[in-house]
C-alpha cells in the first residue's frame, strides 16, 4: 500500500488507478448516500482527480480513505451548492423506498422502530447532527475520523452524536414505549 | 447520572478511555433504566445502518480512465520542462536581437535629437543617396540629366569666357572632378561639398566601411552636385560670454571658416554676446555642434536649409543664352557702319553685358553662400555680471517649482509609456502567459 502510494505520489498513474480501485466503492457510496447515484459519479471521480493532484500533500496522518472521505465530503458540498440542489447533503440516503415496519433483522430480532418514523427522525435532526451519524452509524468512521472529514474536533462529534442521540430517542419514545 | 448519560453514546460504540469504560459499565450494571437505554441505542444504530441501503456502485470505470489518462501540470513533466526550457531559449534569442537593434535605433534617435534640425541638408542626401540606390544606382535621375547639361553648359561658357577671379587652371582642375568646380576661386579648398562628404565619411566611419564602392562613389557625385544655403541659429547659455565669443572665433578658423560679424550687449540684467560665422558648409554640423557644446544650448537650434542646385543651373544656362547673344551683338558691331547702328548695337551689348555680370555676381553669390554655411551664435551669460540675483516671489518660485515638477512627472510618464510600448514584444507574452497560467490554476483549484 506504501509503495503504491509512494508510487502514485511520484506520479505513476498505474499506481493511482490501484488506489482508486480499492477506495471507489466507499468513496462512490459516501458521495452517493449525500448526492444520489446521478452526481455520486462526478462527485468520486472529482474526489479522485483532486487527490492525484494533491496527493504530495497527504500525510499520512490518518488513514488514506478518511483522507478521500474528507475530499469528498468538500465535493459533495461544492457540488449541492453549484447545483442549489434542493435536498441538502445527508438526505439523500433517507430517500423514501417504502413505508410500514421495518422487516425482521436477519437473527429474528423484533424491530424496535418503524422505519418510517426513523426517517421522519432523522430529517427532523439538525444537518450537523445527521451528518455525524451518517458518518459514524452507516460509513462506519470513528470518532477522530468523522471529526477530520468534518474538520471539527472530536469531542464535537462525540457531542453531536450524544444529541443527535437524544433527539432521535424522544422522537420515537411513544413507539419505543409501545414496543416495549 | 446525567454524566453517564452523556458518555452513553460514546460507552455504546466503544470511543471511551478505559478507565472511563469501566466507569460507565459499573453505572450501566447498576441501573436498569441505562440498559435499556445502551439496548435502545444498539438497536437504533442498527436501524440506522439497515435503512442506509448500500448503493449500487456505477461508473468505476470511468474514474480509472479519467485518473490514467489526467496529464501533470505540463511544467512538471518532463515533457514540459523541455517545452519550457526551448521557451526561455526563444525568449533569450528574441532578446538578444532586440538588444542591438533596440541599441541601434537608439542611436539613430539621439543622432537625430543632436542634429536633427540642423542635418536637414544631410537628410536630403540621405534620401536622395537611398532613392538612387532603388533605381539600382546606375540610372540617372532627372535633376542628374539637368545638372549634366548645366555642367557642360558652365563648362563650355567658362572655357570661352572664364569670369572674375577664376583662373584657367583652376576651370582646368574642375573640369575633370565636378560639376561645379571649374568656377571654385582656389583649388586647394574648392570642394567644400566634396570636403563635407569626406568629412561626413570621417565621422562616421563604420558606416561608410559598410558601405560598397560603387554606392560611396556615387553618393560623393551626388554630394558634390548638391547646392545647398544651411543656415542656423543656437542660443547658448555661457559662463562667460567673452570667452565663448573667442571660442566661437577659433572654432571658426580651425575649419577654414571666419567670423563675419560679432558684437555684445551689457545690459542692466543681461551680457550677451552675437558671433555670426561662416564656415565651409561641409564642417556646418561639426561647427553647429562645438559651438553648442560651449555652454548649455537654450532649445534647440534653428537650421534652414535651401536646396539652390536647380537655380544654380539655371544661372548658367541664362549665361549661355546671353553670351551668345553678346557674340552676335559683337559681330553685329563688328559689320555695322552706320553711327546710329553702332550706337544701338553697342547700347544692346552694354545692356547684355551688365545682365551677364549681373547673372555672373549672382551666381557667384549663390555659391558662395552654399559653400560657406552661416551660423549665428547668441550667447548668453548664465548670471548678470554684477548684479546680484533679482529676489523672487515665493509664490511665483512656488509656482515655477510646481509646474516645473508636474512637467517632470509628465515626462517620467511619457518616458515610462515609450519603454513599455517599445518592450511591449517581450513583456506582453510574458504577461499573457503568466496570467493564463494563473487563471489555470485557479480553475484547477476551484475544480
Redesign the interface.
Known amino acids: 500500500m506504501d509503495s503504491e502510494l509512494e508510487r502514485a505520489r511520484r506520479?505513476d498513474?498505474?499506481a493511482?488507478?490501484q488506489i482508486?480501485?480499492r477506495h471507489?466503492?466507499a468513496v462512490?457510496?459516501f458521495c452517493?448516500?449525500r448526492l444520489g447515484?446521478d452526481l455520486?459519479?462526478d462527485a468520486?471521480?472529482?474526489t479522485?482527480?483532486?487527490a492525484?493532484?494533491r496527493l504530495k500533500s497527504f500525510g499520512e496522518v490518518s488513514a488514506l480513505s478518511t483522507w478521500l472521505f474528507g475530499i469528498a465530503h468538500n465535493h459533495c458540498r461544492n457540488l449541492s451548492r453549484k447545483r442549489k440542489a434542493e435536498m441538502a447533503v445527508c438526505d439523500s440516503?433517507?430517500e423514501s423506498?417504502g413505508s410500514g415496519p421495518?422487516a425482521p433483522?436477519e437473527d429474528g430480532?423484533q424491530?424496535?422502530?418503524d422505519?418510517e418514523a426513523?426517517?421522519t427522525a432523522?430529517h427532523r435532526l439538525s444537518e450537523s447532527h445527521r451528518e455525524v451519524?451518517?458518518l459514524?452509524?452507516?460509513e462506519g468512521l470513528?470518532?477522530e475520523e468523522a471529526a477530520e472529514v468534518l474538520g471539527v474536533p472530536a469531542g464535537t462529534v462525540?457531542s453531536r452524536?450524544?444529541h443527535a442521540?437524544q433527539n432521535?430517542?424522544m422522537a420515537?419514545a411513544p413507539r419505543?414505549e409501545v414496543s416495549? | 447520572m446525567n454524566d453517564v448519560r452523556?458518555?452513553?453514546?460514546?460507552f455504546v460504540?466503544g470511543?471511551l478511555t478505559a478507565e472511563r469504560m469501566a466507569e460507565v459499565q459499573a453505572a450501566v450494571d447498576a441501573d436498569p433504566e441505562l440498559q435499556?437505554?445502551v439496548s435502545?441505542?444498539k438497536?437504533?444504530?442498527?436501524?440506522?445502518?439497515?435503512?442506509?441501503?448500500?448503493?449500487?456502485?456505477?461508473?468505476?470505470a470511468?474514474?480509472?480512465s479519467?485518473?490514467?489518462s489526467?496529464k501533470?501540470f505540463w511544467l512538471f513533466t518532463p515533457g514540459g520542462a523541455l517545452k519550457t526550457a526551448f521557451g526561455l531559449g526563444c525568449a533569450a534569442l528574441i532578446w538578444l536581437a532586440f538588444i542591438p537593434f533596440l541599441s541601434r535605433s537608439g542611436e539613430f534617435s539621439a543622432m537625430d535629437v543632436g542634429s536633427s534640425p540642423s542635418s536637414s541638408a544631410e537628410m536630403a542626401a540621405e534620401n536622395q543617396f537611398s532613392r538612387k540606390e532603388w533605381d539600382g544606382g546606375g540610372a540617372l535621375s532627372e535633376s542628374d540629366a539637368e545638372m549634366e547639361r548645366a555642367k557642360a553648359s558652365t563648362d563650355d561658357f567658362n572655357a570661352r569666357t572664364p569670369a572674375a577671379g577664376e583662373s584657367p587652371q583652376n576651370s582646368a582642375a574642375g573640369a575633370g572632378r565636378g560639376l561645379y568646380s571649374p568656377n571654385l576661386p582656389n583649388a586647394p579648398a574648392a570642394m567644400p561639398q566634396a570636403q563635407g562628404g569626406a568629412q561626413t565619411k570621417e565621422a562616421k566611419p563604420e558606416e561608410s566601411a559598410k558601405r560598397s564602392d560603387s554606392t560611396t562613389q556615387y553618393r560623393s557625385r551626388s554630394e558634390a552636385a548638391r547646392m545647398v544655403i544651411q543656415n542656423a541659429d543656437l542660443r547658448v547659455k555661457v559662463e562667460s560670454v567673452e570667452t565663448a565669443m573667442d571660442d566661437a572665433l577659433k572654432i571658426a578658423l580651425s575649419v577654414g571658416g571666419f567670423v563675419e560679424n560679432s558684437s555684445s550687449t551689457n545690459s542692466a540684467k543681461d551680457l550677451t554676446g552675437l558671433v555670426i560665422i561662416r564656415v565651409p558648409s561641409g564642417t556646418f554640423e561639426t561647427v553647429l555642434k562645438r559651438l553648442g557644446e560651449l555652454g548649455e544650448r537654450i532649445g534647440p537650434p534653428n537650421v534652414n536649409s535651401v536646396d539652390v542646385t536647380k537655380q544654380y543651373a539655371d544661372f548658367a544656362g541664362r549665361l549661355k543664352v546671353l553670351h551668345a547673344e553678346e557674340d552676335s551683338y559683337v559681330t553685329m558691331l563688328r559689320g555695322a557702319r552706320k553711327i546710329g547702328e553702332i550706337l544701338e548695337i553697342k547700347d544692346r551689348l552694354s545692356q547684355v553685358r551688365q545682365e551677364i555680370q549681373s547673372l555672373e555676381e549672382q551666381r557667384i553669390a549663390l555659391k558662395d553662400q552654399s559653400m560657406l554655411s552661416t551660423i549665428t551664435a547668441q550667447f548668453e551669460q548664465k548670471k548678470a555680471v554684477g548684479e546680484p540675483a533679482p529676489p523672487q516671489d515665493w509664490a511665483e518660485e512656488t509656482w515655477a517649482g510646481a509646474v516645473n515638477g508636474m512637467k517632470s512627472a509628465g515626462r517620467f510618464l511619457g518616458q515610462v509609456l515609450i519603454v513599455l510600448f517599445v518592450y511591449a514584444p517581450l513583456w506582453l507574452p510574458a504577461t499573457a502567459v503568466a496570467y493564463w497560467l494563473v487563471r489555470k490554476s485557479r480553475v484547477?483549484a476551484a475544480?
Not at chain 2, 452523556?6 to 460514546?10: G, H, N, Y
Open positions: 506520479g498513474r498505474e493511482m488507478a482508486v480501485d471507489y466503492d462512490y457510496c452517493a448516500r447515484p455520486a459519479q468520486a471521480q472529482e479522485f482527480i483532486t492525484q493532484k440516503w433517507l423506498e421495518m433483522s430480532e424491530n424496535l422502530v422505519r426513523l426517517r432523522l451519524v451518517l459514524h452509524e452507516v470513528t470518532y462525540k452524536l450524544h442521540f432521535l430517542r420515537l419505543e416495549a | 452523556e458518555d452513553l453514546k460514546a460504540d470511543e435499556k437505554e435502545f441505542m438497536a437504533l444504530g442498527f436501524e440506522i445502518r439497515r435503512l442506509a441501503q448500500e448503493p449500487k456502485v456505477e461508473g468505476r470511468k474514474a480509472l479519467a485518473v490514467r489526467r501533470a484547477h475544480s
